[in-house]
């Protein structure tokens, strides 16, 4: 028995998952998607006109039972959950537990796999990711097609007469409650925490001989290729690490990222892109800079889309870091189409470092940042107390011209007279 919120613990996670690894079947399949919250499933399972996108025999017995919890529960509940971190390491977790056979399912045809069931297997299944900012209705659609990936999974499996058991679960909660418990005292440090918690994975870096030439992050980074095809790249690129980057290059004044990803999405079996960096000598600062001078995708070998880069670039010995970049107009550094083919795709990458010369220790520099010291609210503020400034000048200006009387009329004598020159 688990208390209601209780947050599992990657220690007492492995003790949970223990009777899994002592059965008979010997069969894990590990469905790993990007975000995924308990609410999600009491959220969507009864919203949309009751449309349920949990319509598979794997997930149907939990829903019902979370639905049965909450129906007999006399007052609001806090599910227990398991911690992201011991998520994280799930997959080390359990090839550490067991001597299994690691197996990437990618085509999401099971039957062509070859499974020996006399031998402990693990599948792996990379379920499509869920773009975040999206609305309501376009995640549940994402979450059902998960949904109907897990029950072709499991089919196949079943007709085989393949006897498994099933963990479904993501990298990341896409649902976070707020923390009523906790001080206003302690809410700038509890913020400095949570940011360097977000951090949750190492930039991906790219070595030449013993040093490391090139460094990358980015907390989300996806793509949209005719305004309709989602690619999330953030889990390949930087948690499992399912990106090709042996085509990249390094030199004193050119550096090149590439990242070759193999059947990213469905409809797409091969997708690079490149990330272009210059570092030169400008006489005007007196010293050495580098810029981000454009972006390349090539999608299977042929279809060449080229993006001019604007605002990005860092002094050479510092790292560039910007909270948005991207296709869009309200981004701080854009990525500009260069031809028609460009213009087929959106990029969106949030928290953006980067740095392609001057690497020391494996870690990144100082930062230059894409926002200036004079942000739009500094100077809204500013031009604000100026008026507010003025205004206060002004009338503490006509007061002091303020006079009074030096004579006063007397009552009982004659009428006081001023004539009109005074």
Not at 30 to 51: M, P, V
Not at 144 to 152: H, L, S, T
Not at 311 to 317: G, Q, R
Request: net charge negative; charged share 20%; with cysteine.
């Amino acid at each position: 028995a688990v208390p209601e919120g209780h947050t599992v613990s990657a220690q007492e996670l492995r003790t949970l998952l223990q009777p899994v690894f002592t059965q008979n079947s010997r069969n894990l399949v590990l469905f790993l998607q990007d975000r995924l919250s308990i609410d999600d499933f009491t959220y969507f399972s009864e919203s949309y006109d009751n449309k349920n996108p949990f319509q598979n025999q794997v997930n149907k017995p939990f829903i019902n039972l979370l639905q049965e919890i909450l129906q007999s529960s006399p007052s609001s509940l806090i599910l227990p959950a398991v911690d992201c971190k011991a998520i994280r390491y799930l997959l080390s977790v359990l090839q550490e537990s067991e001597d299994w056979k690691l197996i990437n399912v990618t085509n999401l045809n099971v039957s062509q796999l070859e499974v020996n069931a006399s031998k402990p297997n693990l599948l792996v299944v990379q379920l499509q990711p869920l773009a975040s900012g999206l609305k309501d209705i376009a995640t549940r659609e994402a979450i059902a097609e998960n949904d109907k990936i897990i029950r072709r999974v499991t089919m196949d499996l079943q007709e085989r007469g393949i006897h498994f058991s099933v963990i479904y679960t993501a990298v990341r909660p896409s649902r976070i409650s707020g923390r009523t418990d906790v001080v206003a005292e302690l809410r700038r440090q509890l913020m400095a925490a949570e940011e360097e918690d977000s951090l949750s994975y190492p930039p991906l870096n790219v070595t030449t001989g013993n040093y490391t030439c090139i460094l990358f992050y980015a907390s989300n980074f996806s793509l949209k290729a005719r305004s309709s095809v989602l690619i999330d790249l953030t889990n390949a690129t930087f948690l499992t690490q399912n990106v090709d980057i042996s085509a990249s290059e390094c030199s004193d004044s050119n550096t090149t990222l590439s990242l070759k990803y193999t059947k990213p999405v469905n409809g797409i079996s091969s997708l690079e892109i490149r990330f272009l960096m210059t570092n030169k000598f400008y006489e005007g600062s007196a010293r050495q800079w580098f810029t981000l001078d454009s972006v390349e995708i090539v999608q299977d070998g042929k279809k060449f889309a080229k993006f001019n880069v604007s605002a990005i670039s860092a002094p050479a010995e510092y790292s560039f870091h910007c909270q948005l970049v991207g296709t869009s107009k309200l981004y701080p550094a854009r990525l500009v189409p260069s031809n028609d083919e460009a213009e087929n795709w959106d990029v969106f990458i949030s928290d953006l470092q980067i740095q392609g010369f001057n690497i020391k220790n494996n870690q990144f520099s100082y930062a230059s940042d894409c926002t200036g010291f004079f942000t739009p609210g500094i100077w809204m503020g500013l031009v604000t107390s100026i008026i507010l400034v003025w205004i206060l000048t002004y009338g503490i200006h006509m007061i002091m011209q303020l006079t009074t009387n030096s004579r006063f009329d007397d009552p009982k004598g004659p009428a006081l007279s001023v004539p009109q020159t005074e």
